[in-house]
Every structure is written in structure tokens, then in C-alpha cells.
């Protein structure tokens, strides 16, 4: 599976955006994907997660009740809608996945194997 992230751009405080992780290969409706953020200086952070069914969903305390992560496999796209965006969510933003086997250790960077490029969002305040 080979992921492309998209959808980013600069946006007031309180504003949304979706982003938009498409990814190539028949196997992705079997594969976990998660939404990671960098900002400039920090580690790469934990954002959200959704299991393989689309049934089993996780998030950072940080955007709980803000951001909803979603799925449509016939697609082969996977979303992050983000609403009532602040200044502190101002990062890149990487999508993941990962075949599941093993424990799902979803908010770890390192569980997932495969990584889209990332997509730049801006948040001003």
C-alpha cells in the first residue's frame, strides 16, 4: 500500500479542513490507518486512529470532539475532518498504516510501516 496525503492549507482559528489520505493496493480495506502530526521542533505526535472494519476509532486528548477520522474503503480513502482548528494544530500532517498483526499499538509511529508524505496545515490565529 502506498499512501498520498492531501487536503492541507492555512486556515483562520475556529476554521476546518479535511484531509485526505489515498492510498494505492487492493489490500487497504484490510489495513489500520492513523493520522500523525509533526510540528517544527517536536517529535511526531499521536492524532487519530481507525481499525481495519472502520468500526474501532482513537484519538488524542488533544483533538477529541474536534477532529473525527473516517473511512471508505471503496475508495481507498481514509479522512480527517478537522473542526474548530487552533493555532497549536499547526503541524504536518502524515498518514499511516499498518496490515494488523500483533498488538495495535496505534498512537505509536512505529506500529505502522507504511507513511504518506505529509501535508502541511497552517492555523492562524
Known amino acids: 500500500v502506498q499512501l498520498q496525503a492531501s487536503g492541507g492549507g492555512l486556515v483562520q482559528a475556529g476554521g476546518s479542513l479535511r484531509l485526505s489520505c489515498a492510498a494505492s493496493g487492493r489490500t487497504f480495506s484490510s489495513y489500520n490507518m492513523g493520522w500523525f502530526r509533526q510540528a517544527p521542533g517536536k517529535e511526531r505526535e499521536f492524532v487519530a486512529a481507525?481499525?481495519?472494519?472502520?468500526?474501532?476509532?482513537n484519538y488524542a486528548d488533544s483533538v477529541k470532539g474536534r477532529f473525527t477520522i473516517s473511512r471508505n474503503n471503496a475508495k481507498n480513502t481514509v479522512y480527517l475532518q478537522m473542526n474548530s482548528l487552533k493555532p497549536e494544530d499547526t503541524a504536518v500532517y502524515y498518514c499511516?498504516?499498518?496490515?494488523?498483526?500483533?498488538?495495535?499499538?496505534?498512537?505509536?509511529?512505529?506500529?505502522?510501516?507504511?507513511w504518506g508524505q505529509g501535508t502541511q496545515v497552517t492555523v492562524s490565529s
Open positions: 499511516a498504516g499498518k496490515y494488523p498483526t500483533g498488538t495495535y499499538y496505534y498512537t505509536r509511529p512505529s506500529y505502522y510501516d507504511q
Open positions: 481507525i481499525n481495519w472494519t472502520g468500526g474501532i476509532t
